[in-house]
């Protein structure tokens, strides 16, 4: 639920025609929650609107347990380089003797007033599985301070782990007189040393599982540290990778992003930079991966930038599809709008003399009303191949709309050549085709705008295409108008008294008035 917003701010996103990369969590059937990125698009159709949303979706849930792993891992180590109580002690054999610190008896967990303090007495606190322990080195005691570790069992039953740094005293004979030390309780050291073992077995155990890869580098980018995985996603070993530099194993159009990456996290060390970069593994496949980068250089467990990666092929692949999908009419394989009218503000850039030619077939209704929409699908798709066989560089050809394909004449500096390429595609069509065991007739009307020195944008250039397409369709199926100021006029006026006509149906401002027929010679109303 505490994710909901993120999705509902992605969808707001994808239906303003927008891409999204997210993450959130899904609680599962047990209790626990997986973590999923996401990656989708808009796919619209030939008129901009949103139609669907499509995407890839990925379990990161390894990803996200290794990373709060590692913070609990370098959370213990920073918590146990805190924790030191040292108490001291001694023993004299020669009068059965002991004594021992205040912090000493502390870590005993006894009372100094009861406490019996001699050698036995201490014996008796110590877990009888690591009495051997002492019995060894009193047995051959030897010469120079050793350190011992062992555990006792407090009056309370509680066991603690003990550390001593110890050392025997001797007499001119050679002879042990006492023993004295320092003691130092590691009973939260050692639980958390225990739990920082287990911790890091799990870490390591997710890290050969994971199919992410997890590198330390410097801002030099050599590699100090490389998990096993790095085998699984590029074939390579970490002995064949930590020593060397990222630049070693990367293709030459990727080192200038690579420097930048680095340059900005160094710059920025809260900065988490994400980049897909294409890669040629060891066994010479080709590759996309997916790398993140993040400074920690400050963390002292870490000491250097750290970099994530993973194959996501699969994902490029499937953003291409989509791109290509949002771009290319589904049905003729065509170049759609979109591409259509991207083109256009291209060429607007480049103040180059082109024409758009717009085609309506007229034909393509009346064969879906009558045939069916399949047999339509594939008039269309029949009609595109021919003009696509027909029309070749620097002719830009798409479909439009359902049942429009239009043009971009990219040298239009002549009007006689671009009429000899219309009447190219009316040539095309002269006898019917065949579409099953239908012949069918190609009925067409064209329209054709120039960039002239009062067009400046894209909608006037495509809307004057439209409106001398307009007055091709009043004058009839197989006709081509092209737009000039003196056609823009009438089709005004056309345009008004339609709107005017509309507007007196609906005010009910129409009169019908009777017209007599009279006889001339008799003048007698016949009619």
Not at 31 to 38: D, I, N, S
Not at 394 to 422: C, G, M, V, W
Not at 434 to 442: A, E
Not at 443 to 463: H, P, Q, Y
Request: charged fraction near 25%; aromatic fraction near 10%.
């Amino acid at each position: 639920p505490d994710d909901q917003m993120i999705v509902k701010e992605a969808m707001d996103k994808h239906l303003l025609g927008k891409d999204a990369t997210i993450e959130f969590r899904i609680p599962e059937d047990n209790g626990a929650l997986k973590y999923v990125e996401t990656t989708a698009g808009p796919i619209t159709d030939e008129y901009g609107a949103v139609i669907k949303v499509v995407g890839v979706i990925h379990d990161v849930t390894t990803r996200k347990n290794i990373e709060q792993e590692l913070i609990q891992h370098n959370r213990l180590l920073s918590h146990t380089q805190h924790l030191t109580k040292i108490g001291s002690w001694e023993l004299d054999f020669t009068l059965n003797k002991a004594y021992h610190s205040k912090e000493t008896l502390d870590i005993f967990g006894v009372n100094p007033e009861t406490f019996e303090h001699t050698f036995d007495a201490f014996k008796q606190l110590m877990h009888p599985d690591d009495r051997h322990l002492l019995d060894h080195y009193f047995n051959d005691p030897p010469k120079q301070p050793f350190d011992l570790a062992f555990r006792i069992i407090r009056p309370d039953q509680d066991i603690r782990y003990i550390e001593e740094h110890v050392e025997f005293c001797f007499d001119s004979a050679g002879e042990v007189t006492g023993i004295f030390g320092t003691i130092k309780d590691v009973t939260d050291i050692t639980k958390l040393e225990t739990e920082l073992d287990l911790t890091h077995k799990r870490y390591q155990a997710l890290v050969r599982k994971a199919h992410e890869v997890f590198e330390i580098v410097t801002p030099e980018t050599d590699i100090l540290y490389i998990s096993d995985a790095v085998y699984d996603v590029i074939g390579y070993t970490p002995e064949e990778c930590i020593g060397l530099k990222l630049y070693d194993f990367h293709q030459n159009m990727n080192i200038n992003v690579i420097k930048a990456m680095i340059e900005e996290v160094v710059a920025s060390p809260t900065t988490i930079v994400i980049k897909d970069l294409p890669f040629k593994t060891k066994q010479g496949a080709q590759i996309h991966l997916e790398v993140r980068m993040q400074n920690l250089l400050t963390d002292p467990a870490i000491g250097g930038i750290v970099l994530t990666f993973k194959d996501v092929t699969e994902r490029v692949k499937t953003e291409h599809q989509l791109r290509h999908m949002s771009r290319y009419s589904l049905i003729t394989k065509l170049p759609n709008r979109i591409y259509f009218e991207d083109y256009v503000d291209e060429l607007l850039t480049s103040n180059n003399a082109f024409g758009v030619v717009m085609i309506d077939i007229l034909s393509a209704r009346y064969i879906k009303d009558t045939l069916g929409f399949k047999v339509m699908e594939d008039y269309m798709i029949k009609i595109a191949s021919k003009l696509n066989h027909h029309v070749h560089e620097p002719t830009f050809l798409a479909h439009y709309a359902d049942d429009r394909f239009s043009l971009l004449i990219k040298d239009a500096s002549k009007q006689s050549d671009l009429e000899a390429i219309i009447e190219g595609v009316f040539n095309l069509f002269k006898n019917p085709i065949t579409i099953k065991h239908y012949q069918l007739d190609v009925d067409l009307v064209v329209g054709v705008s120039l960039t002239d020195g009062d067009i400046k944008t894209r909608k006037e250039l495509i809307r004057f295409a439209e409106t001398a397409l307009y007055l091709a369709r009043n004058e009839g199926k197989n006709t081509v108008k092209f737009y000039s100021e003196d056609i823009n006029i009438p089709s005004f006026k056309d345009f008004s008294l339609r709107n005017d006509l509309k507007k007196a149906i609906k005010n009910n401002e129409l009169r019908v008035y009777y017209h007599p027929i009279v006889h001339l010679s008799q003048y007698d109303i016949i009619a």
